[in-house]
């Protein structure tokens, strides 16, 4: 189910910013915060204009604009925490995407100015408006086939 919320995303991302000078990528790529040398791997990255690496490799990158998280049982105390204060202190960054797994619901926080906006959107009618790239992710595309554990006694959810 990660990978396929993670890579719903990164496609989604890739068609709606086709042409305007961004880049999507996926978990393979690094992204440092140079200002207190820590490391973290995003499930979707997005660069818009000219990426700077870390290295030779090419694999470590210093500029995000945005960073996906897809949410886990695992994982998720860290997406929200330390790897959270990570993302933000990285002065490129404008926003930073956390999807649900258990249900269909993406939150965001968008850089104003030298504070953070928490945004969510709930439900599979929902939309997740990203302003700072001028893109829109519609959580019935994004969560379409994905069922849901539903309450005892309850059916489950097949959305799209």
């Given amino acids: 189910l990660h990978f396929r919320l993670a890579s719903r995303v990164l496609q989604a991302l890739a068609r709606a910013l086709d042409g305007r ?22 499930d979707v990255v997005v660069i818009c204009g000219e990426p700077r690496f870390d290295d030779e490799q090419l694999d470590v990158l210093l500029n995000p604009t945005a960073v996906v998280e897809v949410l886990s049982p695992s994982t998720e105390a860290h997406d929200r925490g330390k790897k ?40 599979l009618d929902a939309v997740a408006a990203l302003e700072s790239l001028a893109v829109t992710l519609p ?17 489950s959810v097949e959305p799209g």
Wanted: glycine share 10%; aromatic share 12%; hydrophobic share 40%.
């Fill in 21 to 42: 000078g961004c880049e999507v990528g996926g978990s393979d790529l690094k992204v440092k915060n140079a200002a207190v040398n820590s490391y973290v791997y995003p």
């Fill in 84 to 123: 959270s204060q990570v993302y933000r202190a990285i002065p490129s960054l404008q926003t930073y995407v956390l999807v649900a797994q258990d249900e269909p619901r993406i939150e965001w926080f968008e850089r104003a100015g030298e504070f953070w906006v928490l945004h969510e959107a709930l439900g």
């Fill in 139 to 155: 959580l019935a595309e994004v969560y379409a086939g994905v069922s849901f554990a539903a309450e005892p006694g309850e059916g």
